[in-house]
């Protein structure tokens, strides 16, 4: 039988190096841990704390501007030159939170709304730090998928099509971008302290209509 198999429409998750994260997680655990007002902590039944996730650290601590930044100027390049949406100007930070998670802990699968770019910035990591990025074709239980169970052996023909989701080590000082419809998030996780600080991005300008104020 002759045969073509055709890999279309590549799935992006772009990894940039971010300078100075060592300060980022110092500042949190000697000043964000400690004193933070607890209305801004929301603490999940999984052993995951989330820090300003409902309002924007960088907006309550001028010091990490620095930082904001950083993850803009990535942000932008990732956005503008490495997916090609060079009509848009620079991305903007529209939120960004802390997340400390302990051992055992377990990241729902979710994805971001509101947002063209999101990413994760690793400050606390060891060798077994992993997030999980779910296939872009397969949904939540929410959808009217009609699901089946492919073979978790390896496919004869070299093919990767049947996996449902893929775990990318990570490690601190790592910053992921990827498009914020795609679902993600992370078994028990086995690091103690796991840090991160995720956010969410929009261009300034977007189809020629809507533009960040
Ligand atoms: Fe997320």
């Known amino acids: 039988m002759q045969w073509q198999s055709l890999s279309l429409f590549a799935t992006p998750v772009i990894k940039i190096q971010i300078p100075g994260y060592l300060q980022a997680r ?8 400690q004193q933070v007002d607890a209305a801004k902590v929301r603490k999940e039944h999984n052993h995951i704390t989330h820090y300003f996730s409902e309002s924007n650290v960088f907006k309550a601590f001028p010091e990490l501007a620095w930082l ?21 100007r620079d991305l903007k930070l ?6 400390l998670c302990d ?43 009609i699901y ?12 990767g ?9 990570v490690q601190a000082g790592d910053c992921l971008f990827w498009p914020s419809q795609l679902h993600h998030g992370y078994d028990t996780n086995k690091t103690p302290n796991r840090l991160s600080l995720s956010f969410n991005l929009m261009p300034q300008h977007m189809n020629t209509i809507y533009q960040i104020v």
């Open 68 to 88: 904001s930044d950083e993850l803009e100027k990535a942000g932008t390049f990732a956005y503008c030159e490495l997916l090609n949406y060079r009509k848009s």
């Open 26 to 33: 110092d500042f949190f655990f000697e000043r964000i841990n």
């Open 94 to 99: 529209t939120n960004a939170w802390f997340n």
């Open 148 to 159: 089946d169970q492919p073979s978790e052996d390896d496919n004869p023909y070299g093919l």
């Open 161 to 169: 099509f049947h996996f449902p989701f893929v775990d990318v080590a």
């Open 103 to 145: 051992v055992g802990g377990v990241q729902n699968r979710h994805s971001h709304a509101n947002c063209r770019l999101s990413g994760t910035l690793y400050l606390n990591t060891d060798d077994n730090t992993r997030i999980r990025f779910m296939h872009p074709l397969s949904t939540s239980s929410m959808h009217t998928e």
